[in-house]
T-cell receptor
Framework: GQNIDQPTEMTATEGAIVQINCTYQ??????LFWYQQHAGEAPTFLSY??LDGLEEKGRFSSFLSRSKGYSYLLLKELQMKDSASYLC???????????WGAGTKLIIKP | EAEVAQSPRYKITEKSQAVAFWCDPI?????LYWYRQILGQGPELLVQ????????DSQLPKDRFSAERLKGVDSTLKIQPAELGDSAMYLC??????????FGNGTRLTVT
């Protein structure tokens, strides 16, 4: 079957670094997306990994290991506005279907 | 930056009534999705369109839900009759070829 596993909730301090892990099992694999979703709002695209390794984009970085079925999102220099849910979504087949996890709710404290 | 437009933003309806949501994707985006998201969960795909054709509606409760995209541009999702369990956020998303999905602001449905 297909499964996504992320921590339900994490807490971090403003200015710190936090790593949100995601493990997945899919039928086929064609890349993995990370989305940010503030409460009551729509998800917004953060990053996309299709090959193993680290992709850096400003304060956010995303890592992928296809052999381990594992990805993480790294957030540096945390700001209060980073309080949101972070959704890991691998693409399982060529029809571009994303498999969505329940997301990790990140709480930033001053 | 171009956006996916959805309306209404909020909808309150009584159970057994009909309700409809509208979505206008980013211009040129041939692929359109309708998702349902319950609080605390990830988005659940209801239907995917490629132009005017349905690509995947395997998770759409077809006894009460219908979706159309007649001219391959904007789309309507309908629920008739609405049930209490339909209360959720309904999200529309579109994409161009292999680009990431772009989501609209969603319609928050409350069924009383």
């Amino acid at each position: 079957g297909q499964n996504i596993d992320q921590p339900t909730e994490m807490t971090a301090t403003e200015g710190a670094i936090v790593q949100i892990n995601c493990t997945y099992q899919t039928s086929g694999f064609n890349g993995l997306f990370w989305y940010q979703q503030h409460a009551g709002e729509a998800p917004t695209f953060l990053s996309y990994n299709v090959l193993d390794g680290l992709e850096e984009k400003g304060r956010f970085s995303s890592f992928l290991s296809r052999s381990k079925g594992y990805s993480y999102l790294l957030l540096k220099e945390l700001q209060m506005k980073d309080s949101a849910s972070y959704l890991c979504a691998p693409r399982g087949d060529s029809n571009y279907q994303l498999i969505w996890g329940a997301g990790t709710k990140l709480i930033i404290k001053p | 930056e171009a956006e996916v437009a959805q309306s209404p933003r909020y909808k309150i309806t009584e159970k057994s009534q009909a309700v409809a949501f509208w979505c206008d994707p980013i211009s040129g985006h041939a692929t359109l999705y309708w998702y349902r998201q319950i609080l605390g969960q990830g988005p659940e795909l209801l239907v995917q369109f490629q132009d005017e054709s349905v690509v995947d509606d395997s998770q759409l409760p077809k006894d009460r839900f219908s979706a159309e995209r007649l001219k391959g541009v904007d789309s309507t999702l309908k629920i008739q009759p609405a049930e209490l369990g339909d209360s959720a956020m309904y999200l529309c998303a579109s994409r161009f070829r292999d680009s990431p999905l772009h989501f609209g602001n969603g319609t928050r449905l409350t069924v009383t």
